[in-house]
């Protein structure tokens, strides 16, 4: 019974973070391709919570999903939103085993590794280094972004909500 309710939660978490992301695309935006990144306090709360392999899969379904619903699976956008969100991960789980950052500084470190990945396929796409020049803004809104993620992951973390659903009935 443990693995089944384990499971349907990382579907639950699963489906959150697709509708995180779906709707904050909806969002008004300052900067063309700046998103708030709420999906990633899902997967900062699975990095903490389960397993780091449920992590990565969590990551990366919703990044297929997410665009096979917006339509833009194997697309440049496709491409860009894959490639940021492998690096974040990567960058997150080697943080947040290491403890030498809070929670806070794991979700800022991984917002800016999010768009250093999504500026790399960019040029690669693109063939220029001109994108690059965005790269400052982008971090600049990325460290903002990261605090709030990582603000509502340490509250999320601090309530232990995982438990209560997870607790045996």
Same mark, same amino acid.
């Given at each position: 019974?443990?693995?089944?309710? *384990?499971? @349907? ?27 708030? #990144? ?16 449920? @992590? ?60 250093? #990945? ?8 693109? #063939? ?21 993620? #990582?603000?509502?992951? *340490? ?15």
């Amino acid at each position: 019974m443990k693995s089944i309710k *384990r499971l @349907a939660f990382l579907s639950m978490m699963l489906a959150l973070a697709i509708v995180l992301n779906i709707v904050e695309s909806f969002l008004p935006v300052f900067i063309p391709g700046v998103k708030l #990144g709420l999906a990633n306090i899902i997967i900062l709360i699975l990095l903490y919570e389960f397993s780091s392999v449920e @992590a990565f899969w969590v990551d990366v379904l919703r990044i297929v999903l997410v665009g096979l619903i917006r339509g833009t699976f194997l697309s440049p956008t496709f491409f860009m939103s894959l490639s940021g969100g492998i690096l974040s991960y990567l960058v997150m789980l080697i943080f947040s085993k290491i403890n030498c950052f809070s929670v806070i500084g794991v979700s800022v470190l991984g917002a800016i590794s999010h768009s250093i #990945g999504q500026i790399a396929v960019a040029i690669w796409l693109l #063939g220029t280094s001109a994108v690059i020049y965005y790269l400052p803004w982008i971090a600049l809104l990325s460290v903002l972004t990261g605090i709030l993620s #990582g603000i509502i992951t *340490r509250l999320y973390l601090k309530r232990n909500i995982t438990g209560l659903f997870l607790k045996k009935q």
